[in-house]
């Protein structure tokens, strides 16, 4: 979305990362003003998906630019405003999905009975308007919130790697050979 936004070009975010600028953006714009559909409410499973949501979004930046007479690539008059609708709909799906699961996991007893604690980490633990939401919702529903650092959620592939040296720490799931090992590059 940052990138369709050309939120590089924009004064208050051109040294930002595109989850960065959207969430600032969307500090001082008004999320009533557009509103998206929000993806997978026909199922009733915990799966995620924008794939739905990028559709529609990139729709709404169409029409708005045809509204403002801009080309592709020129920044939106009410791009603070599409940053904070976007924010919205995705800290709600993200919201709406995690509930049911948090919702699967104490129906199969999946959960301690106490002190049940929700873990979220990567890039979407980083931005404090869903970090937010998934407070209360953890706090609505007993919960603990456990988020690493903003610092260190940035990049899932920093989680994978901090992963990765804290199992070779304890000694667990170590190849200690890697003979036998076929792999395809792509």
Partial sequence: VARRLSLRKHPECHSMAGGKAIEHLAQTGN????????PMQQYR???????GLQNLINNAIEQKEKEEGIQEGEILSCVK??????????????IQRTYRAMLFCIKNSMLPSKNATLVVSGGVASNQYIRKALQNLADVNDFALLCPPPRLCTDNGVMIAWNGIERLRAGLGVLHSTAGIRYEPR
Avoid: G
Wanted: proline share 0%; glycine share 0%.
């Fill in 45 to 51: 499973n915990c799966d995620f998906s924008f794939t």
């Fill in 81 to 94: 405003d599409v940053a904070a609708a976007v924010q919205h709909a995705v800290a709600v799906h993200i």
């Fill in 31 to 38: 999320q009533d003003l557009i509103t998206f559909r929000l």
